[in-house]
């Protein structure tokens, strides 16, 4: 499976942004995740949906602010981020597991190649 992210740029303070990420072959099986990271820190779990009965989960950080949804007509997940902070600017990752509930980045199969999210006060 591969995955490639989309959707990142310029956002203000308090703006949104909606990334995609697009699979390229059917992934029922699956759950779909993002991630980010930030210059020197780690790779962050943000969200992640089981893609056969859209049961989602979320880590602290995302609750509220950032939603997880998919597309299984177009293979495609998507990360609505609301209400953005400077300390959200890193660069984002999705990515695909056959697990669901994992909080951290090891252990998943597939990854995409990442876009940039840059948020300006």
């Known amino acids: 499976v591969q995955l490639q992210a989309s959707g990142g740029g310029v956002a203000q303070a308090g703006g949104s942004l909606r990334l995609s990420c697009v699979a390229s072959?059917?992934?029922?099986?699956?759950?779909m995740g993002w991630f980010r990271q930030a210059p020197g820190k780690e790779r962050e779990f943000l969200a992640g949906?089981?893609?056969?009965?859209?049961?989602?989960w979320y880590a602290d950080s995302a609750l509220g602010r950032f939603t997880i949804s998919r597309d299984p007509a177009k293979n495609t997940a998507y990360l609505q981020m609301d209400r953005l902070k400077p300390d959200d600017t890193a660069v984002y990752f999705c990515?695909?597991?056959?697990?669901?509930?994992?909080?951290?980045?090891?252990?998943?199969?597939?990854w995409g190649q990442g876009t940039q999210v840059t948020v300006s006060s």
């Open positions: 990515a695909a597991s056959m697990v669901y509930g994992k909080v951290t980045a090891h252990g998943w199969h597939y």
């Open positions: 072959e059917p992934i029922f099986n699956y759950v």
């Open positions: 949906i089981r893609w056969r009965d859209v049961s989602a």
